[in-house]
């Protein structure tokens, strides 16, 4: 055997002794002992690493890592707890995954299955079915749904929830009611995208020198010392910057 292809079976020996000493699952050890370089980079980097991690930063590291391997990981053990929990959380959290993979259908369906007796009105299960509802393209039912949440809280009030039903009243084609509700929004809203957002609309109502306006004011508050954009936020301030 090679000298490079035995340093490799050593060192997937240790992790063998390794994982059983620490109770890590069985089957590390066919993976270490039948695979042992590619099963030593796995083991270190979805067991060692997030023992060693201690920051935010790099468990999302590890975190990215595992979906990139495993792009389905979490979808999957999401849908395994709601099935065996069926606890409102379990399946609150399932329909969150869902949403994020663009299975806005199943994500409805989710929310709706949650939304009854007790939990018939409460507030977060209702707006974020109206935001499903939404990325399904159904404008009206996801104002539907807000009008219900807002007749069962009156003084309700979450940002997100608000330009929701500003980005259903647009693709409903309700311009001026969206441009009224943009505003509102973007007197407060933490983050780039509802004056963005704004912007674009103004264009569409055919006021670009104000739509300029806004989105300068996006690009300079992006650059402002201190601030501290989300993927998201980024994303917005490029939008803005190719709309300026």
Known sequence: MPII??????IAIGFVVHANKTGRPNYWMFIL???PFAGSIAYILFELLPELADSRRSRKVVADLRTVVDPHRDYRQLGERAMLSGTVETKCKFAEECERKGMWEEAIDLYREVAQG?????????????????????AKAAMATLDQLRAAHPDYQNQDAHLTYARALEKDGRLQDAATEYEALSGYFVGMEARTRYALLLQKLGEPIEARKLLSEVVRASK??????????????KVAQRNA
């Open 33 to 35: 002992l039948f695979v």
């Open 118 to 138: 007790i939990y018939a009105e409460d507030a977060e299960i209702l707006r974020r079915l109206a935001r499903a509802e939404l990325g399904a393209g159904d």
């Open 224 to 237: 402002a010392p201190g601030v501290v954009l989300s993927p998201d936020d980024r994303e917005w301030v």
């Open 5 to 10: 292809g035995l340093l490799h079976l050593l």
